[in-house]
């Protein structure tokens, strides 16, 4: 289990902010999130499965549209939530 916004990135403990991860991967990661993550893989000439980079890209998009976490206070903003 990983948090897809980092504890140390003011991302929550709340289930829509926790994805499946292999122990390698939860490390490697670090505070990047998902899509910050597959592009530092990239980068370094390493790959994520198809399947991988879809349901990060999915739940990144999922994400972006129910909260925004600032980065200065932590606090969610759910006024997309209606």
Known sequence: MDHFI???MGGTNR???LVLACLP???AKGPRNGIEYIA???ERGLH???AAEAAI???AKAMANVRRVSKSTGKTNRS???
Do not use: V
């Open 6 to 8: 980092s504890l140390e």
């Open 15 to 17: 289930l829509s902010n």
């Open 25 to 27: 991967c939860n490390r």
């Open 40 to 42: 530092w893989r990239r």
């Open 48 to 50: 994520c499965s198809e």
């Open 57 to 59: 890209t999915i739940h």
């Open 80 to 82: 997309k939530l209606g």
